[in-house]
């Protein structure tokens, strides 16, 4: 009896545009590309059980069900919200029944890990004898939040938010279905595409509302922030903003205010720049505002780089947070990038000059008999493990370019250099 009146209940913009082929799937590419994990499954008509870990509005539900149409699987949902052991009983008696008449069954768990311990372990047998097919899709790290039991049974796919261009598509789409342009000037729809921080859910449900509206002449960004009640970063990627924003974080972290650095880092992230993008400038602080006077902010910077890419966000982006806490609070020192400058500066007014023969090999006659290797010291075999040889080209006086400051362990290395200078000139004296 539902069915006869359920063609004229309205439904939302986004359940009308979803995708009913997987080929219409937008912004996961790196899973259902034709050598992607889900895209071999499919190929070979096989399913793992999986847990689909990514943000909320990229797709995980619509992809379950496309996948289990396309292996011919039936689908069976359930949401951990609402859902206990009992109705998963009734699933595996459905799978069962199922499985008798040769058809299998893809259970797919929304928000898999509001499941309790026993509920998780309740799948375990029916995951493992083939009963179903397990689909959970989580929006929290399952590493932490579903039972290492399952997960070893699963193989976990991640999910991205979708980037921007994936978001465009779902507008065109919504335009198309609609018949109707979104009453937006360029730049407030790249706002809106940026408001929606990768959610498509979410853009859809906004477009929707946009696209009922009668407006004399397109919205702006202040005229779409009005509209949806919620504020539009003043960012775009493409223009001005985006390089106000990074620099602002960068200035702020080579002045040592790690309150500034996290709110620009804040902003920047709110407002939907790629996090790989600042993970990589704050590599950028670290060698270029900080550098030797603490080593370890270029560890701390390419291990928050190498967690966003393990972890994906939102929990990848705590450890760029932590990356820029470091840095700010680490000495700075801008020494070995000016030493750097002045030693390209240098080679390019020296031009090609031969380096001295003393540390030339000589593996052939000739090059021996030229000279080559020819007084060289071993270091370690001089006291203290230092000849003070002159290595630069004949003909070139000595340079000083790298000019330690007195902060951090670059105080240290100041040492070192006004030792080896001391024995340098004992080594020159002796003669």
């Given at each position: 009896m539902t069915g006869l009146f359920e063609d004229g209940v309205p439904r939302p913009l986004a359940d009308r545009l979803r995708p009913e082929a997987l080929e219409d799937v937008v912004g996961q590419d790196h899973l259902l590309k034709q050598d992607g994990p889900l895209g071999r499954m499919v190929a070979q008509g096989r399913l793992a059980s999986m847990i689909l870990w990514g943000p909320p509005g990229t797709g995980k539900t619509t992809i379950a069900r496309l996948i289990a149409e396309r292996?011919?699987?039936?689908f069976d949902p359930v949401s951990a919200v609402f859902s206990g052991v009992a109705d998963l009983r009734k699933v595996f008696e459905r799978a069962r029944s199922r499985r008798a008449t040769g058809l299998g069954t893809l259970l797919f768990v929304d928000e898999i890990h509001r499941f309790n311990k026993a509920q998780q372990d309740a799948m375990l047998p029916f995951v493992e004898d083939g009963t179903v097919v397990l689909v959970g899709a989580t929006t929290e790290n399952p590493s932490f939040e579903v039972n290492q039991a399952l997960v070893s049974r699963c193989q976990v796919l991640v999910l991205e938010r979708l980037a921007l261009d994936a978001l465009g598509q779902l507008l065109c789409r919504a335009e198309k279905l609609r018949q109707r342009n979104l009453p937006l000037d360029d730049d407030a729809r790249l706002a809106l595409a940026a408001?929606?921080?990768?959610?498509?859910?979410?853009?859809?449900?906004?477009?929707?509302?946009?696209?009922?509206?009668?407006?004399?002449?397109?919205l702006d960004r202040q005229g779409l922030?009005?509209?949806?009640?919620?504020?539009?970063?003043?960012?775009?990627?493409?223009?001005?903003?985006h390089y106000n924003l990074i620099s602002a974080l960068h200035k702020s972290v080579r002045g040592s205010d790690p309150d500034a650095s996290l709110y620009w880092l804040a902003r920047i992230l709110q407002a939907g720049e790629d996090p790989l993008f600042v993970a990589r400038r704050v590599i950028r602080m670290a060698v270029e505002d900080i550098g030797l006077a603490d080593p370890a902010a270029l560890i701390q910077a390419v291990a928050a780089r190498d967690a966003f890419a393990f972890l994906g966000s939102p929990e990848g982006e705590l450890a760029i947070a932590q990356a820029v806490l470091y840095c700010a609070t680490a000495p700075k020192s801008n020494a070995a990038y000016r030493a750097f400058s002045a030693a390209t500066k240098s080679a390019r007014v020296e031009g090609s000059l031969m380096p001295p023969k003393i540390i030339l090999n000589a593996p052939t006659r000739l090059m021996e008999d030229l000279g080559y290797g020819e007084g060289y010291r071993y270091d370690h075999d001089a006291p203290?493990?230092?000849?003070?040889?002159?290595?630069?080209?004949?003909?070139?006086?000595?340079?000083?370019?790298?000019?330690?400051?007195?902060?951090?362990?670059?105080?240290?290395?100041?040492?070192?250099?006004?030792?080896?200078?001391?024995?340098?000139q004992q080594v020159g004296e002796d003669g």
């Open positions: 292996v011919d699987l039936a408001m929606a921080d990768g959610d498509g859910r979410f853009l859809l449900n906004i477009a929707e509302e946009l696209l009922s509206l009668d407006v004399p002449s397109p922030a009005e509209v949806v009640q919620r504020r539009v970063p003043v960012y775009d990627k493409a223009e001005e903003g203290a493990a230092f000849s003070g040889q002159d290595y630069f080209p004949e003909g070139m006086e000595r340079q000083q370019f790298y000019r330690p400051v007195e902060r951090g362990f670059e105080r240290e290395i100041t040492k070192r250099l006004a030792y080896w200078e001391r024995l340098r």
